[in-house]
């Protein structure tokens, strides 16, 4: 017994160790190249630190003509500062299988939310024991050269720091508050509910000169309703007045005041640490069973004898669309499972490596109508694949079909019009079909609002400060469905397409051009 507990201990001891700390955040999950014919999920571990440096960034440009009027003699240079991340790599981990990697990265990050975080107390703490360590260090290096030349000693004892002549010295104050929501839903194959669950997390971070700052953050939340009492610098100007019912809070009771929150429901951050991101609390609230989805998306396959069709329908839907300058649907991820048996129809071999058969759009002539006046115009080819919108390939690294759409709506006419991606296969004799199929696609996206809970941060009040500092509110949905496949193996069972919504059709060839070349495949 003994033998076999020590060949147990021997398995589960690691190989490496790595102690977490509080400024380490994880990065989303990327593709990165792993041999000649795929690419592995990773993601990383970054120690992050910020610094200032002069930058103009786009999503704070508005902001900056008003500041500038009120003085408009003595405009600030700390205007154009800003608090940049650095981030520092400690770990990458990978893995060939996507669900198993982001199973382990959602156990991470629950791992680091258990962590204590540091209060702003123990930070100078930290910072002061750092000191006194570097003046020793430098004081002894000093005395033992002086004694070498000089054979000369000082009973002047070296004065250290104290705790309270540490102090940060920011040349911009400010403070971010960040919002995440994440969605996720089961649907079936007419994109209807079956399931759906959200979860919502506040992210805070403090760029504040002062000793000990409190913080009091003021959201949504219904039962502040007719309870705000702010100051006219404290209030973050929204658009709703929508109010929700929040549940199941979980607080960061280091930096929240747990009592304060109870009773009044409003977030007073104490000790609140500087110069780091900080998940303060997390909540969820319940959809309403008829929510109407940003992004609308129905799959199709039909196998009729040896022709093969896939078809897949992408829908915008304008409840959340109102001013389309703003609010987006970013990143449109839709992969669709494919069998292993195709996957060599939509494979290139290179010089020294496989790739995937891009989708390219195909360039017509500058002048409308010049291919109808053409005489030596060649007929166009069917192509393996075409779309409205966007690009698409097969990634061996999910096994499957990958549409991906950068944004939509654009330009304030893709509102409920059905965006369409088509792949039709002409298997051969000798290509053999699989015994089953696979019964889901997924889809990914975000939105830069908060679209599933509807909350939003309505103000933010510092004490002890001179001038009050900048305030930032950032809100982000993340969006991930499951989505049933409607397959049919009958020309009666194909459900018929309505052409006039859906947009036009973008031939996408099957060559790649010189673009794509420069581009990683799979």
């Known amino acids: 017994m003994d033998a076999l507990n020590g060949e147990e201990t021997e398995k589960i001891r690691p190989f490496h160790e790595i102690e977490l700390k509080e400024s380490y955040k994880f990065t989303d999950m990327c593709l990165q190249q792993y041999d000649n014919f795929s690419k592995i999920h990773t993601f990383k571990i970054q120690d992050i630190i910020f610094k200032e440096t002069f930058q103009m960034r786009p999503d704070r440009i508005m902001a900056l003509p008003e500041r500038f009027l009120k003085r408009f003699t003595k405009a600030k240079v700390t205007s154009l500062i800003d608090h940049t991340p650095l ?4 770990c990458k981990f990978g893995h060939l299988s996507y669900s198993y990697l982001r199973s ?11 962590i204590p975080t540091i209060t702003r107390k123990m930070q100078r703490e930290k ?5 006194q360590s570097q003046s020793i260090a430098s004081a002894v290096s000093f005395t033992a050269a002086a004694a070498s030349f000089f054979s000369l000693g000082s009973n002047k004892q070296i004065q250290n720091p104290t705790l309270n002549s540490i102090t940060s010295n920011h040349s911009r104050e400010e403070i ?4 995440v929501d994440e969605y996720r839903a089961k649907l079936d194959k007419e994109s209807r509910i079956k ?3 959200s979860r919502t997390r506040v992210f805070l971070t403090v760029f504040l000169n002062s000793d000990d700052p409190i913080i009091e953050i003021g959201m949504n939340d219904v039962l502040r309703h007719g309870k705000e009492i702010v100051g006219r610098h404290d209030i973050i100007p929204i658009k709703t007045e929508q109010w929700i019912s929040p549940e199941l809070f979980e607080l960061n009771e280091k930096v929240v005041n747990k009592e304060e ?5 409003c977030l007073r ?3 609140m640490p500087d110069n780091l991101l900080v998940e303060i609390m997390r909540f969820r609230t319940r959809p309403r069973r008829n929510y109407e989805l940003p992004l609308q998306v129905r799959c199709f396959m039909s196998i009729v004898g040896r022709k093969v069709e896939i078809r897949i329908e ?9 001013n389309v300058n703003d609010i987006h649907c970013q990143d449109i991820q839709i992969r669709f499972p494919l069998p292993d048996v195709w996957v060599y129809l939509f494979r290139v071999e290179k010089m020294f490596r496989y790739g995937a058969v891009h989708s390219t759009k195909t360039k017509l002539g500058k002048i409308k109508g010049l291919d109808r006046l053409l005489i030596n115009k060649t007929a166009h080819q069917a192509a393996l694949m075409e779309a409205s919108c966007g690009t698409a390939k097969y990634e061996q690294a999910f096994k499957a079909l990958v549409w991906r759409i950068n944004q939509l709506p654009v330009k304030n006419k893709d509102i409920y019009k059905t965006q369409l991606f088509i792949c039709r296969l002409n298997l051969q004799e000798y290509d053999q079909f699989p015994d089953n199929f696979d019964e889901t696609a997924q889809v990914q996206f975000s939105i830069p609002i908060c679209a599933s809970s509807k909350s939003q941060v309505r103000s933010v009040s510092v004490n002890c400060c001179d001038e009050p500092p900048e305030k930032w509110a950032k809100l982000k949905s993340k969006f991930e469905y499951d989505l049933e496949i409607n397959y049919a193996f009958d020309q009666a069972e194909i459900p018929k397409l309505d052409m006039e919504n859906c947009a036009e059709l973008q031939h996408l060839s099957q060559t790649e051009s010189e673009a794509d070349n420069n581009e990683d495949d799979d």
């Not at 910072?127 to 000191?131: A, F, G, V």
């Open 261 to 265: 929150f109870e009773n009044t429901h």
């Open 104 to 114: 382990f990265l959602l156990l991470l990050q629950d791992a680091f939310w258990s």
């Open 87 to 90: 981030p520092f790599e400690i």
């Open 127 to 131: 910072q002061l024991q750092q000191i």
């Open 314 to 322: 992408c829908t915008v839907t304008g409840s959340y669309f109102t």
């Open 269 to 271: 951050c104490v000790q």
């Open 195 to 197: 399931e759906h669950k």
């Open 176 to 179: 971010t508050v960040k919002v």
